[in-house]
């Protein structure tokens, strides 16, 4: 049950006359809620927690500091007044190179077998946990929440990097200690042309004590010339926002400024920094295909990758078009080819029905999974609008091209008008310029003429042989 369920019926489960009581996170849960756990007839109360991560919530705040300290637990108390207490050294959640960031806070911590034979994040060569440092400095957006605007742009590059890669968005968590950046960040998602209809963990470090994904991306947010980084030199919350990956961690901030700020920032650079260096100013990438590296600076040059490197494709697609788009780690039968959906190329071609027959619509770009997936990068249904408007207004052109050629012809039969005869005799070029219907010029005809035989003389003469 919950403490606050035992506080409600206390006289209930004290009628039970229990002699043992467990309490789960019991670094999280304030005194008082234990102390209603402390029956007469308790002979053994077990606290299970960690209280190097988050602490409870005191909802008074006068309380929670000097002199009454009510935001402690009777957990964290206890510990750090030397009581014996038993600690488990053997973790089971992340792999090694990511629990290595963990050192200075977990000195003694050891890895399970289980962990060491997790499968490498794809499309990254290896480089399963990594510090990517940059300069990009914080703003405040109107709810006076820190945000960064060059470091969401990182985080949403990578994430649809990741995506393209095969990980699922829903096997990757982005956290942050901010509230501005996580909706900030959210936003960029749910906008970027590859993800749209997808669903995103985007949450803030205090909601996501307890929880882990296969990949956290974690956006820190603070970069300024004072050096304040706020929420970031809250150690518990920095332990938690650090153990929540199991395959990869990805962090994403201004280091030399937490150095600066922050003692244990400075240890867990210090550790990722050691072979294998994980911390740099370029996020390193590695495209499947051709094991290319691809270095990151800046948000905009995800731009120009489709999950691969940057080198073209260039390889044949089913329907005989070669690929236009850049090296990508997926199969091309996720992708559409562009000529086969320019109505130009299409009409009257049977590839018109195979690509009308999917979604009802001629797309274009890459799809993905079950969808069309890049359908949204070309603007979606209006991109498709425009190709059918397109196709049309093409078929009427034709049709009245057509008309008009018809007219010219049989005015060419019953009078020459302004064309200009050459050569003369036997046989004739014909010079014409072609009326478009609006009195002006659609371009010059030249024929060959060549006069009416005599009956029983051959077969009809043609007019023209173009
Ligand atoms: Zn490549
Ligand atoms: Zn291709
Ligand atoms: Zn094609």
């Known amino acids: 049950m919950t403490t606050t369920g035992l506080s409600k019926y206390r006289g209930l489960v004290q009628s039970l006359n229990p002699k043992i009581v467990l309490i789960e996170e019991a670094a999280e849960t304030l005194e008082g809620f234990v102390s209603v756990a402390c029956f007469k007839s308790l002979e053994h109360l077990i606290l ?128 942050t200690f901010y509230n501005g950046q996580r909706k900030l960040i959210m936003r960029k998602l749910r906008e970027h042309r590859h993800l749209q209809g997808k669903c995103f963990n985007v949450v803030t470090v205090d909601s996501y004590q307890g ?84 270095f990151i600076k800046e948000p905009g040059e995800f731009d120009a990758l489709d999950g691969g490197c940057a080198k073209p494709c260039r390889e044949e697609m089913s329907c005989g078009h070669i690929c236009t788009l850049n090296c990508h780690p997926f199969s091309h039968d996720v992708v559409s080819c562009k000529k086969c959906c320019d109505p130009s190329q299409l009409f009257g071609s049977p590839q018109l029905q195979v690509h009308f027959a999917y979604e009802g619509r001629p797309y274009s770009g890459i799809s993905h999974d079950t969808q069309p997936y890049r359908d949204f990068a070309a603007g979606g249904h209006v991109e498709s609008d ?25 005015a060419l039969f019953s009078d020459p008008g302004d064309a200009t005869l050459v050569d003369s005799s036997k046989k004739m070029t014909l010079i014409r310029t072609m009326s478009n219907g609006k009195g002006g010029s659609r371009g010059v005809w030249k024929g060959t003429y060549k006069p009416p035989r005599p009956k029983n003389a051959g077969p009809e003469a043609s007019l023209l042989d173009l």
Request: aromatic share 8%; charged share 25%; hydrophobic share 35%.
């Open 48 to 175: 299970v927690g960690d209280h190097q991560q988050l602490r409870g919530h005191c909802n008074d705040q006068e309380l929670a500091g000097k002199p009454y300290y009510l935001g402690i637990s009777m957990f964290e108390r206890l510990v750090r007044n030397k009581v014996d207490f038993s600690q488990l050294k053997r973790q089971r959640r992340m792999i090694p190179e990511i629990r290595r960031a963990l050192k200075p806070i977990y000195e003694e911590l050891e890895d399970h077998p289980s962990v060491l034979d997790r499968l490498p994040i794809p499309g990254m060569g290896g480089v399963n946990s990594y510090f990517f440092t940059h300069k990009g400095r914080e703003t405040t957006d109107i709810q006076m929440s820190k945000v960064n605007h060059e470091e969401a742009g990182m985080v949403v590059g990578f994430f649809d990097y990741l995506v393209l890669n095969g990980m699922n968005p829903g096997e990757i968590t982005v956290l």
């Open 211 to 294: 929880e882990e994904n296969e990949v956290v991306l974690l956006s820190l947010v603070r970069s300024n010339a004072r050096g304040n980084i706020g929420f970031l030199e809250v150690e518990n919350r920095v332990c938690v926002a650090l153990s929540r990956a199991r395959r990869g961690s990805y962090i994403f901030g201004d280091a030399p400024n937490l150095c600066k700020s922050s003692m244990l920032w400075w240890h867990v650079i210090q550790a990722m920094a050691k072979d294998p260096c994980r911390i740099g100013f370029y996020l390193h990438l590695t495209c499947k295909k051709h094991d290319e590296k691809t």
């Open 386 to 410: 425009k190709n059918l408007v397109a196709l049309a207004e093409r078929e009427a052109a034709e049709a009245r091209g057509k008309q008009l050629d018809e007219e010219n012809f049989a």
